[in-house]
């Protein structure tokens, strides 16, 4: 099993919609991260936290939620998508130092 | 805010060439920089780290260089092959408690057989 784990790996959604992405590890880590990429560019921050009871925004985090449900999963939500939300997401973790990242998921909002 | 620059965004060469890839940075106040491998379909793969304080690091054929104060980085693969094609990546990451990571926008390495 993958460190990093992220589901769906592909999604297609209406605007409009409330869809939610999810991210599990098990590197025990307690550092959880949420990145987009769009083509040509680099990853940019959404969301990250440090711990169950600890959200933080990052760049670009309008138009996004998050929840810490445990150490292990850390989820992103989009309550409304919107077309130009269409992007690579990614999940990180890290303990500080070193950083995993999950295989992403490809969301399209039409 | 930091900025980090890649040159060039996409870069082809034949087999067996060395190559070098280029990354700048706007803030030299870094807790570390990082090279990923980025394959299509595939997450990121992390290929070096350089500590604030190290000069250089070295994997196999990659090595990688940073200078601080002039705020650049370099990764260099020497005899490259078909399977270093790939999007390579540069991150540097925050000296602050977030400990954050900044990416270029990436080069686009394409070695020809």
């Known amino acids: 099993d993958a460190d990093v784990t992220q589901t769906p790996r592909n999604r297609i959604t209406k605007t409009g919609k409330r869809i939610m992405l999810e991210c599990s590890q098990t590197?025990?880590?307690?550092?959880m991260y949420w990145y987009r990429q769009d083509p040509g560019l680099g990853l940019r921050l959404i969301y990250y936290?440090?711990?169950?009871?600890?959200?933080n925004k990052g760049e670009i985090s309008d138009g996004y939620s998050v929840s810490r449900q445990a150490q292990a999963k850390f989820s992103l939500s989009l309550e409304s998508a919107i077309p130009n939300q269409t992007a690579l997401y990614f999940c990180?973790?890290?303990?500080?130092?070193?950083?995993?990242f999950g295989s992403g998921t490809r969301l399209t909002v039409v | 805010k930091q900025e980090v620059t890649q040159i060039p965004a996409a870069l082809s060469v034949p087999e067996g060439e060395n190559l070098v890839l280029n990354c700048s940075f706007t803030?030299?106040?870094?807790?570390?920089l990082q090279w990923f491998r980025q394959d299509p379909g595939k997450g990121l793969t992390s290929l070096l780290l350089?500590?604030?304080?190290?000069r250089e690091q070295t994997s196999g054929r990659l090595n990688a260089s940073l200078d601080k104060s002039s705020g650049r980085s370099t990764l260099y693969i020497a005899a490259s092959q078909p399977g270093d094609s790939a999007t390579y990546l540069c991150?540097?990451?925050?000296?602050?408690?977030?400990?954050?990571?900044?990416f270029g926008s990436g080069t686009q390495l394409t070695v020809l057989p």
């Open positions: 990180a973790t890290s303990d500080s130092r070193d950083y995993t």
């Open positions: 590197k025990g880590h307690d550092r």
């Open positions: 936290s440090f711990d169950v009871k600890d959200i």
């Open positions: 803030d030299s106040a870094i807790y570390n």
């Open positions: 350089i500590q604030s304080s190290q």
């Open positions: 991150a540097v990451q925050s000296s602050g408690s977030a400990r954050q990571l900044t």
